[in-house]
Every structure is written in structure tokens, then in C-alpha cells.
């Protein structure tokens, strides 16, 4: 029989769509791998055994009535832990929202109900996605499926790693410096940021308002297509939603070609830092992008140089500014409220308490970059830069119609490695961040693994604002060359867990 976790999202919602195996089969069959195998992995917090059985069973009720239903029907999901999902626990990787129970859908949660997706639970991230690993999570650190003993990215690694070990097809993360598209680098799967705004941001707890962006990870490009597709478009529950169609996503990736494509390499994404192996499997992608017919020209983004520091300037401030309603006295964590203490001191000791070290350490930079005498020469200097980064974009794609780089700089790093130095940990951001300062669309495929350590290596793809389907067209064509060269998808080389 065939093994229903090993399926890719569209092979299961054929099954499911031409009777030979039903909605509950395929949702029981990932619930009990879950059962077998996220004690040692740890992707998920909380796993809605009840709720994914029942969604499932309404899939099939409504195939047996001929009802019409989305193309992903029935295929199961893993939802990072930042979205609020109606009478199931949101936490944020916090311990100041632990045991809330949030009593409304975020906008992403409504559409993958509506599209038939169903929910299998909630992944575990870096705390309020603050972090490049998955080790700032106030419930623990999730493992990467390669190597048990790597970080799987972050701050969305549970999603990541849930999809490498087959323990859901489908994910949902979210991107504010590449946390979708660099947990998908080091575990060998799919991870697309859209377009700033091309999917509603209402319900996602925020963390920095002018980066954050949800989005799809999968095991194949197509995959993230049709995810795309079902949460993607206008919301007026959220200012920041572009009022505009949905590229054409699922088209671009059923017809990958990149002949006649200008592909830029960008030059200061490459040089000190970067592990050789990862630029080795960077420069084959390039070759094999000329092999499938497009021109590759080498460019120049010098403003690139300043991302990291813009945006550890940025996120920050307004992380500052949206953690501020985590005080104590509306939900959540409440410490020291014995009747002795007042508002300011309870609020005090509960963020004390409920905050771990990453997020206080954001607090406080953000805090003090927005202070009095502060301002202009550090958030304000950091937004000059950002529209600096935005112009850098604008030129290259003036002469190119997509950009490539590594996605990461190194492969996964051992879990503990980097825990006392945050510079370090900030660094493996290094390529996905500028993305996110312009509001671009990006996406990270995998492109082989390095020779050193035999873990995957991420190939990015960055492409105009509202020009998403670009990024599936090329990654198509890339994943389809990969695959034919090394005869199986990269995941049929992870170890079996």
C-alpha cells in the first residue's frame, strides 16, 4: 500500500479527489507518524487530533453530497503557532501566551478552512519569530530531520522540519528576515515569501508590522503554488493587503521554463562568510539556470552591504512597539497579582517572566533606537537605507527579470553553537533580509547538499513585487532539472527517522 506521508499535496488531493483513499485515511495516516516520530523532531506544540479528524471527515461528507470542492481538499497541513486559530491554543513560542485560546481564526486560518486544507496543528517557532533557529522557542528547540543534533531554521523550523519528516505535506510560516526561506534551505524543502501584502497579516501576531509576511513551505514548488493560491488575495481586515490579483502561481509552476530569462547574480551575496559547499551548489544552479536557456548577468547592490544592520534597527523598533500589549492585565501570563502590587508592577514582573532573553534583548534595542535624541540617527537613518536597498532592487530589475543567490550562507548549524552569540545567529540572514526591506517576492528551493556535511543547500530566488509567479516559473524549471539529475526528489536522501 502506498505510504499516504511520502505523497506531495497534489498526489494526496488526487487520491482523495478520485475515491482511492478518503480525507479521514490520509489525516489519520499523518496523525499517527506524528504519534511516532515528533518526540525526537518536536516540530509540533499542540496537535489537534479531534479538530483535523473532523475537518477531514466534513471533506468527505461534502465529496459524498458532489459538492464542489478546492484543489486541495482534504490534504493536511502544519500551521506555525503565530496565527490565531479559533478555540486552539496560540502561544507564539511564549510563555506569555501560554494556554490562550484565541476566540477567532486569523485571516490565513479562514482561507485554508474554506480551501478544505486540513489542519493538523500548531508548529513550534522562535519565540514571537524572533530568532534563526528555533532554539529561542519557550517550549524547546526543534530538531532538523537530516541531522538530530541541527537547528532546522528558523523562527518557522517546526513547519520546516515537520515537512521534511513527512510529518504534514503542506505548512504555513511566516517571513519578516527570512524565516520561511531559510528553515527551507537548511532542511531541503520548498519556502516562498509573497509580495508584501499579498497575504492578510490580520490574525498573525505581529512582530515587525513592515516586514512580516505569511506564506507557504512544501516539499515541491508546485506544491507551494497551490497553497499560495488558496491564502493569497485582498483582505479588508488588514491595511497592508494589496488590493490586486493573485499572480498567476499555479500556471507558472505546471509550465517552469526560464528560456530567454534574465537571471541576476548578485555580487554581494557571495565572499567571506559563506561555507564553501553552499557556493558550490550555488554556482551549479547558475550553470544549470545558462544549460536551460537563460542569460545570466552579473550585477552589483551595493546598499545590500547595510541590510543586516538596517534591519536589526527596524524589526526591532517595531517589535518594541507591538509587544507593548503584552502587559499582564488583558490575557495571557499574569505574575504577581496578589493584590499588594500595582498595575506597573505586575506588568513588570510578567514580562519578566513570560519574555525570554531574544525577545527582552529586541525590546530593548528597539526601545532605545525609538528614544528621544535616538530617532533620526538610528531607526531614521535605518529607513534611508531601506529605501536605498528598495532603489538597489529597482535598477536591477530594470536589466533582470529574477535575482538567485544562496539562500543561506552556511548549512544547519549544530543546535547550541550559536546560542551565545546573537551577531552569529543574526548572520545567517544575511541574503534573505534585503527581500523583506523592499517588500518583494522570494523563494527558496533546494538546490543539492554541501560535500562537507551532506545537508541541504537553498537556492533563492527573488523576484519584482506582484511578480510571484516568476519565482515558481523559474523554481519549477529548476526543481525539474535537479530532479531528473539526481534521479529523486533531494528529501528521498534524508535519513529515516
Known amino acids: 500500500m502506498t505510504d499516504l506521508t511520502r505523497l506531495t499535496a497534489a498526489e494526496t488531493a488526487a487520491k482523495i479527489a478520485s475515491g482511492e483513499t478518503s480525507a479521514v485515511e490520509v489525516a489519520q495516516a499523518h496523525l499517527d507518524r506524528i504519534a511516532a516520530i515528533d518526540e525526537k523532531v518536536h516540530a509540533f506544540l499542540h496537535v489537534d487530533t479531534d479538530g483535523a479528524l473532523a475537518a477531514a471527515r466534513a471533506v468527505d461528507d ?16 502544519a500551521l506555525k503557532d503565530i496565527f490565531t486559530t479559533e478555540g486552539v491554543p496560540t502561544t507564539v513560542g511564549s510563555k506569555i501566551l501560554e494556554g490562550w485560546i484565541p476566540p477567532y481564526d486569523a485571516t490565513v486560518t479562514k482561507r485554508l478552512k474554506a480551501a478544505g486544507i486540513v489542519i493538523l496543528g500548531k508548529t513550534n517557532m ?12 519557550a517550549y524547546g528547540p526543534t530538531s532538523n530531520p537530516w541531522d538530530l543534533t541541527r537547528i532546522p531554521g528558523g523562527s518557522g523550523g517546526g513547519s520546516s522540519a515537520a515537512l521534511a519528516s513527512f510529518q504534514a505535506p503542506l505548512a504555513i510560516g511566516t517571513d519578516t528576515g527570512g524565516s520561511i526561506r531559510q528553515p527551507a534551505a537548511v532542511t531541503g524543502t520548498v519556502g516562498v515569501k509573497p509580495t508584501y501584502g499579498g497575504v492578510s497579516r490580520y490574525g498573525m501576531v505581529a512582530f515587525s508590522s513592515s516586514l512580516d509576511q505569511g506564506g507557504p513551505c512544501a516539499r515541491t514548488v508546485l506544491d507551494a503554488a497551490l497553497l499560495h493560491e488558496a491564502i493569497a488575495g485582498h483582505d479588508p481586515l488588514d491595511s497592508t493587503s494589496i488590493d490586486a490579483p493573485v499572480p498567476p502561481v499555479v500556471e507558472a509552476a505546471r509550465n517552469g521554463d526560464v528560456k530567454g530569462l534574465r537571471v541576476g547574480v548578485v555580487k554581494e551575496f557571495a ?14 544552479s547558475v550553470e544549470l539556470l545558462r544549460e536551460l536557456g537563460a542569460e545570466v548577468v552579473e550585477l552589483s547592490c551595493p546598499s ?25 492585565l ?28 531574544e525577545v527582552k534583548r529586541r525590546i530593548m534595542l528597539g526601545t532605545y533606537a525609538l ?41 544547519a548549524f549544530p543546535i547550541g553553537e550559536r546560542a551565545d552569540d546573537p551577531m552569529a545567529m543574526y548572520l545567517a540572514d544575511l541574503c534573505t533580509i534585503p527581500a523583506n526591506l523592499a517588500g518583494n517576492a522570494a523563494m527558496s528551493l533546494p538546490c543539492g547538499l554541501a560535500p562537507e556535511d551532506g545537508l541541504p543547500v537553498g537556492l533563492q530566488i527573488i523576484a519584482p513585487a506582484l511578480a510571484d509567479d516568476r519565482l515558481y516559473r523559474v523554481g519549477a524549471a529548476v526543481e525539474a532539472a535537479f530532479t531528473a539529475r539526481w534521479g529523486h526528489p533531494l528529501l528521498e536522501e534524508a535519513p529515516t527517522l
Open 330 to 357: 488583558r490575557y495571557g501570563l499574569r505574575t504577581g497579582d496578589d493584590g499588594t502590587r500595582s498595575a506597573e508592577e505586575v506588568t513588570s514582573l510578567t514580562r519578566e517572566a513570560g519574555f525570554g532573553p
Open 371 to 411: 528614544s528621544s535624541g535616538y530617532y533620526d540617527a538610528y531607526y531614521g537613518s535605518a529607513q534611508k537605507v531601506r529605501t536605498l536597498i528598495t532603489r538597489d532592487f529597482e535598477r536591477a530589475f530594470t536589466d533582470v527579470d529574477v535575482l538567485v543567490s544562496p539562500t543561506t550562507p552556511t548549512t
Open 304 to 328: 545590500f552591504s547595510y541590510a543586516l544592520a538596517a534591519y536589526y534597527l527596524i524589526a526591532p523598533s517595531e517589535c518594541s512597539s507591538n509587544l507593548a500589549r503584552f502587559d499582564g
Open 271 to 284: 565572499g567571506e562568510g559563506y561555507q564553501a559547499g553552499v557556493m558550490q551548489r550555488f554556482n551549479e
Open 62 to 77: 461534502k465529496r459524498a453530497r458532489g459538492e464542489k470542492l478546492g484543489p486541495l481538499a482534504g490534504v493536511p497541513l
Open 126 to 137: 522562535d519565540e514571537f519569530a524572533m530568532g534563526s533557529s528555533t532554539e529561542n522557542s
